[in-house]
Structures are given as structure tokens and as C-alpha cells.
């Protein structure tokens, strides 16, 4: 029950002299707006010493106001409206309309917009017109932008005060990631994708930047967007067919820089279009083996993801759970796998490395994801049932080695050269190198050992390097999944899956967030392929549809075995 401490008599005194004052002082300054106050001389427009909080207070108690001061209220709020910049902000007094501040501008509760936002979000209470909303939404995205404060954590002008702005909004509005939301930024980003004028070199690079990549991110929005299926497919089945049509025949058993990869979309592409598995295309991929088998395969790294063996068993991988169908023979793929165990055995004992297994890729002992270590024995896990006794042992064993160099923070080195040294600012936290493709390896490793005193390490160790992601993911190399954005919000939703812990769905729904906002996008660097896969907006896209359905989301082409 509300109780009231002070009577109404009261209250309408105090407001009706607070309009008095104010349309007297404008009157003796010839303000063209009803109501202005000063504060020590000055006109002030923020919430703490000037206009807005006081507009905020007189709308807050509305029902004390007649006709004609509510016309006044309302008004001066329309005529701050007016004021707001194309950045969002309002001026902090009257004297600085028009006047740009640089890096002085107020981005605080006290001056400028996120005292606007309390504003705006009260008028739209009053009168429920959509132009506060869209008011209070353009100051949010420059709190986006600047309201991380260095004048401490405060509420006045700190940043707890931007974030009350955000909290504020959302109990509003109660807008969340909501499958309509990303619908929404879904069908933007797919028509962005369609939209792009191809060029020769859009046909090269495989699925990792090729439009191959472009057309499986669209087969992939389909799932979102089953009314625009037709769209999608089209524009997929052109994507893969122009892709084949160049394709380099010296490249063909490389997967995600090679043919290797667009014919697995296009096997999909077939097997969810025309439920049928496409045969000839599996035969070639088959063929593969021999070519990537051979003792002279790549002399500059064969073993690696993104063109070498651990490659081909993702590929394979991914046919097996895209098709449902074997695909091809236990027997096949373990010639692959003795391949690369051999491989890593002969290059650690010759470097004398402290692990039993070890790779290089042009000269270089990579360890992340995409070149190095973790993502070909990511692949070996994903098939322990076809690795022998001595094998697995190599395996966990040069797992064990690699946990045991996590650095502090719960990153890795991008290398083994670079093990221990300091890289500050130049710190790689990303898919391709460091914890972010640690994440993927270590839920694999949790999945397939069967030595329950692993399981808990595995988990310190995930966590570890999800920490540091939360910390540093916010990649300003773009929205992508390799070195972007949605690369640090897979590792979270993956990670999800795994434990159901809420805290990184929320995680994942927050790097979302980011990733889709345009603001993010404009002032993070443009990729060089810019709707791509792997680069671009397109592996933006597959992460938000896997955002809007977590118990089966899966990294575009690196897929994870969780049943």
C-alpha cells in the first residue's frame, strides 16, 4: 500500500511554482521556449543542475499540472528534442548549441545524453508517442560509444550512470535478444550479403572468403528464415556452382582455402535441398585422400586446419552430420589420421619439442586453432574411437603440454616461439590464435576422454579462457568468427551447450548484441572480405542463428560431436 507523506495541497504548490518560475525567467530572457531555468548564471540542460531534471520531475507529477502547463512541459521537452545532435547528444547548456566540444563533449547523467535518456524515457510514459523512444535510442547508441567514463564508476559521471541509461531502457522497452530481433538482423545482414557486387578474387579463397561461404551463411539463415528458403537456396546453389567453375585444381584437397570446402557446401547444399546424397561429389572428395596423403603434400605445413589434414577430417566430420550418412570408411579417414600422428611425432622428435607431437606451418610452431596445435588435435579428439592405444596417448599427452603453457590471464601463445613473452596491446585473443579457439579444443577434449580426473580440468581451463574473452573479445578487427566479434561469442555459446550455464549464454547473447550493432561495425576495421565466413558478416550471420536456438548451435564447418 502507498502511503502518502505529503499531502497533494503540497505537492501542486511546489509544482505550480516550479512552471511560474520557469515561464518567468524565459519571459525576462526572451527564450523562445516556455519554461528555462539558471543555475549560477548559467542555463543549464542536464538533469542535475538544469532543464532535463527538472522537465523529469514536472512530467513525473503530471497530474498536478492543467492543460496549459502540461503544454508548456511539453513543449520545452520538444524544443531540447530539437537540440539533439546527430551523435545523440544535448548540449550540456544553451550558451554551447551548435558548438562542437571535441573530446570535451559530456557523455554523463549530470550533462548531456544519459541524463536525457531518464528524460525521454518519462515523456514516453506521459504521452506514448515513438519520438522519445527514437530520442532515447540515439542517445544510447553515443552511451554506447563514449560511456565508458575515466571519471570512475559513479552514476553522476561515471560509468554505472550509462549503464542505469541501458537498464533504465530496457525495463522500458523489455527488449532482449529476442528471436525477432535477430530475424530481424538476419534478413538485414542476408540482404547485405545478396546485395554485393562479386569480383575475381571473391572466387578464390575457398568457404574461409570465397562467396561459397557466402551462400552457406544464406542456406544457414534459412533456418531462421524458413518464408525466404527459395531466396536463399538460389543464391547459395549460384555462390557453389561459380566457385567449382574456378576453382584451382592444385588447391582441391585443401578445405577451408580450397575446393575441399566448397564441395562439402555443396553436398549439403544437395542433401537439405534435394534429400538426396550427392555421390559424385562425395567420390571426389574421397579421391582427395590420396593427393592429401602423399609424403610430399605441402611441404610448408600439411597438417593444419585451413589447408592441410585436420582439414579433411572436419570436412568429413561435417558430412557425417550434415548428410547422416558415413560418408566415407573408418578405414579411409584412419589413413588421414596415421598420417598426421605420424606427421607430428617425426617434426617434435627432430625439434626436440617437450611435446610428443608438434607441427609447423611455414617454419612456424603455431598453436591455435586455424594453423596450429589446437585445431588438429581438436580433429584427432573428434575421432579418438579410430586412434590406437599409442596414438591417444600422444594425443593427451601433448594436450597435457599445451594446458600446462595456459598463460595468467588464460591465453595461450599464438606460438611456441612466442611462449612467455610479453606481447601486451598485441595479445591475440581470437579463434585462429589463442583462448578462443583453446575453448573449442578443450570441449571436445571434455567430451571424448573417458578419464573422469580430466573432466574438471578441462573445465578450469575453458573457463579460464572464456574469462579472458569476456575481458578482451570485444575484437576490433570486425564481426567475424575467426579473428572478430562472433568468434568470441561461439566459444561462449558452444561452451553453453556443453555446461548449461547460463552466465555465457548471456555472454553469447551480449557479443551478439555487439557484433549485429552498426555503431560496432562502423568504427571496427572493415575486413578485407566483408560479407565472408570466416571474415565477415556472413559467420556473424550463422552465429545468430545459432544464438536464437543454442542446443544446436555449431561453428560454420568446425562442427563439435555433443551427443
Given at each position: 500500500?502507498?502511503?502518502?507523506?505529503?499531502?497533494?495541497?503540497?505537492?501542486?504548490?511546489?509544482?505550480?511554482?516550479?512552471?511560474?518560475?520557469?515561464?518567468?525567467?524565459?519571459?525576462?530572457?526572451?527564450?523562445?521556449?516556455?519554461?528555462?531555468?539558471?543555475?549560477?548564471?548559467?542555463?543549464?540542460?542536464?538533469?542535475?543542475?538544469?532543464?532535463?531534471?527538472?522537465?523529469?520531475?514536472?512530467?513525473?507529477?503530471?497530474?498536478?499540472?492543467?492543460?496549459?502547463?502540461?503544454?508548456?512541459?511539453?513543449?520545452?521537452?520538444?524544443?531540447?528534442?530539437?537540440?539533439?545532435?546527430?551523435?545523440?547528444?544535448?548540449?550540456?547548456k544553451v550558451e554551447e548549441e551548435g558548438i562542437d566540444q571535441g573530446e570535451n563533449e559530456l557523455v554523463q547523467w549530470c550533462h548531456g545524453a544519459t541524463g536525457a535518456v531518464h528524460l525521454m524515457i518519462v515523456a514516453y510514459l506521459r504521452t506514448r508517442n515513438e519520438k522519445y523512444l527514437k530520442s532515447a535510442d540515439a542517445a544510447l547508441n553515443l552511451i554506447w560509444e563514449k560511456g565508458i567514463l575515466m571519471k570512475g564508476p559513479g552514476?553522476?559521471?561515471?560509468?554505472?550512470?550509462?549503464?542505469?541509461?541501458?537498464?533504465?531502457?530496457?525495463?522500458?522497452?523489455?527488449?532482449?535478444?529476442?528471436?525477432?530481433?535477430?530475424?530481424?538482423?538476419?534478413?538485414?545482414?542476408?540482404?547485405?550479403?545478396?546485395?554485393?557486387?562479386?569480383?575475381?578474387?571473391?572466387?578464390?579463397?575457398?568457404?574461409?572468403?570465397?562467396?561459397?561461404?557466402?551462400?552457406?551463411?544464406?542456406?544457414?539463415?534459412?533456418?531462421?528464415?524458413?518464408?525466404?528458403?527459395?531466396?536463399?537456396?538460389?543464391?547459395?546453389?549460384?555462390?557453389?556452382?561459380?566457385?567449382?567453375?574456378?576453382?584451382?585444381?592444385d588447391r582441391e584437397g585443401q578445405y577451408l582455402l580450397g575446393a575441399l570446402g566448397v564441395y562439402v557446401i555443396k553436398a549439403i547444399l544437395d542433401y537439405e535441398t534435394k534429400k538426396f546424397v550427392n555421390i559424385t561429389v562425395i567420390d571426389k572428395v574421397a579421391s582427395l585422400i590420396n593427393v592429401i596423403c602423399a609424403k610430399d603434400y605441402l611441404p610448408n605445413g600439411a597438417d593444419e586446419m585451413l589447408v592441410g589434414r585436420a582439414g579433411?577430417?572436419?570436412?568429413?566430420?561435417?558430412?557425417?552430420?550434415?548428410?547422416?550418412?558415413?560418408?566415407?570408411?573408418?578405414?579411409?579417414?584412419?589413413?588421414?589420421?596415421?598420417?598426421?600422428?605420424?606427421?607430428?611425432?617425426?617434426?617434435?622428435?627432430?625439434?626436440?619439442?617437450?611435446?610428443?607431437?608438434?607441427?609447423?606451418?611455414?617454419?612456424?610452431?603455431?598453436?591455435?586453432?586455424?594453423?596450429?596445435?589446437?585445431?588438429?588435435?581438436?580433429?584427432?579428439?573428434?575421432?579418438?574411437?579410430?586412434?590406437?592405444?599409442?596414438?591417444?596417448?600422444?594425443?593427451?599427452?601433448?594436450?597435457?603440454?599445451?594446458?600446462?603453457?595456459?598463460?595468467?590471464?588464460?591465453?595461450?601463445?599464438?606460438?611456441?616461439?612466442?611462449?612467455?613473452?610479453?606481447?601486451?596491446?598485441?595479445?591475440?585473443?581470437?579463434?585462429?590464435?589463442?583462448?578462443?579457439?583453446?575453448?573449442?579444443?578443450?570441449?571436445?577434449?571434455?567430451?571424448?576422454?573417458?578419464?573422469?580426473?580430466?573432466?574438471?580440468?578441462?573445465?578450469?581451463?575453458?573457463?579460464?579462457?572464456?574469462?579472458?574473452?569476456?575481458?578482451?573479445?570485444?575484437?576490433?578487427?570486425?564481426?567475424?568468427?575467426?579473428?572478430?566479434?562472433?568468434?568470441?561469442?561461439?566459444?561462449?555459446?558452444?561452451?553453453?551447450?556443453?555446461?548449461?550455464?547460463?552466465?555465457?549464454?548471456?555472454?553469447?547473447?551480449?557479443?551478439?548484441?555487439?557484433?549485429?550493432?552498426?555503431?560496432?561495425?562502423?568504427?571496427?576495421?572493415?575486413?578485407?572480405?566483408?560479407?565472408?565466413?570466416?571474415?565477415?558478416?556472413?559467420?556473424?550471420?550463422?552465429?545468430?542463428?545459432?544464438?536464437?536456438?543454442?542446443?544446436?548451435?555449431?561453428?560454420?564447418?568446425?562442427?563439435?560431436?555433443?551427443?
Amino acid at each position: 500500500m502507498a502511503y502518502k507523506v505529503i499531502p497533494d495541497a503540497c505537492i501542486g504548490n511546489v509544482v505550480n511554482k516550479v512552471i511560474a518560475s520557469g515561464r518567468s525567467y524565459a519571459a525576462s530572457k526572451r527564450f523562445k521556449v516556455p519554461l528555462m531555468y539558471q543555475y549560477h548564471g548559467r542555463h543549464y540542460l542536464g538533469a542535475a543542475h538544469g532543464l532535463m531534471g527538472i522537465l523529469q520531475m514536472l512530467l513525473c507529477f503530471v497530474e498536478f499540472l492543467d492543460e496549459e502547463a502540461k503544454s508548456d512541459v511539453l513543449k520545452t521537452v520538444d524544443w531540447i528534442l530539437s537540440l539533439q545532435l546527430k551523435n545523440g547528444n544535448i548540449p550540456s547548456k544553451v550558451e554551447e548549441e551548435g558548438i562542437d566540444q571535441g573530446e570535451n563533449e559530456l557523455v554523463q547523467w549530470c550533462h548531456g545524453a544519459t541524463g536525457a535518456v531518464h528524460l525521454m524515457i518519462v515523456a514516453y510514459l506521459r504521452t506514448r508517442n515513438e519520438k522519445y523512444l527514437k530520442s532515447a535510442d540515439a542517445a544510447l547508441n553515443l552511451i554506447w560509444e563514449k560511456g565508458i567514463l575515466m571519471k570512475g564508476p559513479g552514476i553522476c559521471h561515471g560509468a554505472a550512470g550509462s549503464g542505469y541509461a541501458f537498464l533504465l531502457f530496457h525495463r522500458l522497452t523489455n527488449e532482449q535478444v529476442t528471436t525477432q530481433i535477430l530475424k530481424r538482423e538476419v534478413a538485414n545482414l542476408a540482404e547485405e550479403i545478396m546485395k554485393r557486387s562479386h569480383t575475381v578474387d571473391d572466387y578464390d579463397g575457398g568457404a574461409y572468403v570465397g562467396v561459397a561461404g557466402d551462400g552457406y551463411s544464406l542456406l544457414y539463415a534459412s533456418r531462421l528464415l524458413p518464408e525466404k528458403t527459395e531466396q536463399y537456396v538460389n543464391f547459395c546453389r549460384r555462390a557453389v556452382e561459380e566457385q567449382l567453375k574456378q576453382r584451382g585444381r592444385d588447391r582441391e584437397g585443401q578445405y577451408l582455402l580450397g575446393a575441399l570446402g566448397v564441395y562439402v557446401i555443396k553436398a549439403i547444399l544437395d542433401y537439405e535441398t534435394k534429400k538426396f546424397v550427392n555421390i559424385t561429389v562425395i567420390d571426389k572428395v574421397a579421391s582427395l585422400i590420396n593427393v592429401i596423403c602423399a609424403k610430399d603434400y605441402l611441404p610448408n605445413g600439411a597438417d593444419e586446419m585451413l589447408v592441410g589434414r585436420a582439414g579433411f577430417l572436419a570436412a568429413i566430420l561435417t558430412l557425417r552430420m550434415c548428410l547422416h550418412h558415413e560418408i566415407i570408411s573408418n578405414s579411409h579417414v584412419k589413413r588421414v589420421i596415421d598420417c598426421i600422428i605420424d606427421s607430428g611425432r617425426r617434426y617434435a622428435r627432430r625439434h626436440k619439442s617437450r611435446a610428443p607431437l608438434m607441427y609447423q606451418y611455414y617454419d612456424v610452431q603455431y598453436l591455435g586453432a586455424a594453423h596450429g596445435l589446437m585445431g588438429i588435435l581438436q580433429m584427432l579428439l573428434s575421432f579418438s574411437d579410430l586412434l590406437d592405444d599409442t596414438a591417444l596417448r600422444d594425443v593427451e599427452s601433448t594436450l597435457n603440454w599445451l594446458l600446462e603453457i595456459q598463460e595468467e590471464n588464460g591465453n595461450f601463445a599464438p606460438s611456441v616461439e612466442e611462449i612467455g613473452r610479453n606481447r601486451g596491446s598485441n595479445e591475440l585473443v581470437h579463434w585462429c590464435h589463442g583462448a578462443t579457439g583453446a575453448v573449442h579444443l578443450m570441449i571436445v577434449a571434455y567430451l571424448r576422454t573417458n578419464k573422469v580426473k580430466f573432466l574438471e580440468v578441462f573445465i578450469l581451463h575453458s573457463e579460464k579462457a572464456l574469462d579472458l574473452i569476456w575481458k578482451q573479445g570485444i575484437l576490433r578487427k570486425g564481426p567475424g568468427i575467426c579473428h572478430g566479434v562472433a568468434g568470441g561469442g561461439y566459444a561462449f555459446l558452444l561452451y553453453y551447450r556443453l555446461t548449461q550455464k547460463a552466465k555465457y549464454l548471456k555472454y553469447a547473447q551480449c557479443f551478439a548484441r555487439i557484433a549485429y550493432d552498426q555503431n560496432f561495425r562502423n568504427q571496427a576495421r572493415r575486413p578485407d572480405s566483408p560479407c565472408s565466413l570466416f571474415e565477415g558478416i556472413g559467420g556473424l550471420l550463422c552465429f545468430l542463428v545459432d544464438v536464437s536456438n543454442p542446443s544446436m548451435a555449431q561453428f560454420p564447418l568446425v562442427p563439435i560431436i555433443f551427443e
